[in-house]
């Protein structure tokens, strides 16, 4: 017997608990980013094969530039490697990889892996995935605002006239669907300045396991939890 469930079109994800899990270990904190390389692995592939055509991953938030140097240096560096080692494997998923956030403070060897990256893999058609790099939702917003302000200044567009598709066209996130279900690993249940307006209608789901332990296996616990849940969009359905 054959049976259809609803997958999400795109999946967003704070990858979360990293830290922690290093300390559970007597581990330094940049092992437990290591650790969760490998689940960034996981999630690419586990999307791909149910069928999730894009999938965000918040890999570095504008905050993040407040952790002691060490770390953020860490996650700079292995965020180039990985992107070295992987672009092969990617391109040959059909992944396609965008990089969303501003494109300062980094060193000239990140902004060119993330050119390299974006290039490299620009014919992937299976999966989009969207690293999400210095990316804060506020930061996005003003920028957006800044954006439409300009436009109605220079007199080709009229303020009364912006609506919701103009300011979605401002954003980074532009030509992005819109995310149906928004996973925070680690328990925590916030949103942290991620995707806030693109999230009006997510689902979300907050497992408790912390980003390293969440496997292909917790991926697509999360798909079928997604499957269980009824989406109205604030309508009320005829039965
Ligand atoms: C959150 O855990 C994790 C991060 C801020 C960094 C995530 C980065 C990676 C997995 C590596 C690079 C990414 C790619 C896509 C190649 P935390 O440190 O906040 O954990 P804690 O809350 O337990 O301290």
Redesign the pocket.
């Known amino acids: 017997m054959s049976e259809t469930r609803a997958i999400p079109r795109h999946v967003a994800i704070i990858?979360?608990?990293?830290?922690?899990w290093a300390k559970q270990r007597n581990k330094e904190?940049y092992e437990?980013?290591i650790a969760?390389?490998e689940s960034?692995r996981a999630a690419v592939r586990a999307a791909a094969r149910c069928g999730v055509e894009w999938l965000t991953?918040y890999?570095?938030s504008t905050e993040?530039w407040g952790r002691p140097t060490a770390e953020v240096d860490a996650?700079m560096e292995?965020?180039c490697r990985?992107?070295m080692g992987e672009a092969e494997d990617l391109v040959r998923q059909g992944v396609r990889v965008k990089v969303m956030g501003e494109r300062t403070r980094f060193s000239e060897e990140v902004l060119r892996m993330i050119e390299r990256i974006e290039s490299v893999t620009a014919e992937g058609r299976r999966l989009t995935l969207v690293?999400a790099f210095n990316y804060s939702a506020r930061r996005e917003m003003v920028l957006a605002a800044r954006a439409l302000a300009e436009r109605v200044a220079s007199g080709e567009l009229r303020a009364e006239d912006i609506d919701e598709a103009d300011f979605a066209d401002a954003l980074m996130s532009r030509g992005i669907p819109d995310p149906d279900f928004v996973i925070r690993t680690?328990g925590e249940c916030r949103l942290s300045n991620f995707l806030l307006w693109q999230s009006s209608y997510a689902e979300l789901y907050f497992p408790e396991v912390l980003?390293p332990d969440f496997g292909e296996e917790e991926f697509e616990r999360a798909m079928e939890e997604y499957a269980r849940r009824e989406r109205r969009y604030g309508l009320v359905t005829e039965e």
């Open positions: 990858m979360d608990g990293n830290g922690r904190r437990g980013h969760g390389v960034v991953l890999a570095f993040n996650i292995l965020f990985t992107v690293l680690s980003w």
